[in-house]
Nanobody
Framework: VQLQASGGGLAQAGGSLRLSCAAS????????MRWYRQSPGKERELVAT???????TYPEAFKGRFTASADNDKKTLYLQMNSLKPEDTGRYYC?????????????WGQGTQVTVSS
C-alpha cells in the first residue's frame, strides 16, 4: 500500500486544517489506519486511529479537537484538526496496518508538515 499525505501548511492558533492521506488501494480493506505526529525534539505520537468499520479513537490530548474520517470511494483518510495550538506543530504521518499475505503489515506515508503560529 502506498500512502500520500497532503494538506499541511501554516495555520494560526485557533485555526483549522484538514489533512488527507490518499491510499493506493481501497481503504475499506485496510484493517486499521492511524495518524501520527512527530514534533521537533519529540518521539512520534499517535493522534488518531480509525478501523475499517468506521470507528475512531483518539488519545486524550486530541479528543474533541481532531476527527479522523474516510471516503472509501476516494480511497482517502482525513484528519480534521480544529482549535489548533502551537504545540500541534509537527510532521503528520498516516499509517496503514493490515493483514496481507498471511501476516500483519505496516505501511507509512511520507508525512505532511503542519506549523501553527501563536
Amino acid at each position: 500500500v502506498q500512502l500520500q499525505a497532503s494538506g499541511g501548511g501554516l495555520a494560526q492558533a485557533g485555526g483549522s486544517l484538514r489533512l488527507s492521506c490518499a491510499a493506493s488501494r481501497s481503504i475499506a480493506v485496510i484493517n486499521i489506519m492511524r495518524w501520527y505526529r512527530q514534533s521537533p525534539g519529540k518521539e512520534r505520537e499517535l493522534v488518531a486511529t480509525r478501523n475499517s468499520g468506521g470507528g475512531a479513537t483518539y488519545p486524550e490530548a486530541f479528543k474533541g479537537r481532531f476527527t479522523a474520517s474516510a471516503d472509501n470511494d476516494k480511497k482517502t483518510l482525513y484528519l480534521q484538526m480544529n482549535s489548533l495550538k502551537p504545540e500541534d506543530t509537527g510532521r503528520y504521518y498516516c499509517n496503514a496496518y493490515l493483514w496481507e499475505f498471511g501476516e500483519w503489515k505496516n505501511y507509512w506515508g511520507q508525512g505532511t508538515q503542519v506549523t501553527v503560529s501563536s
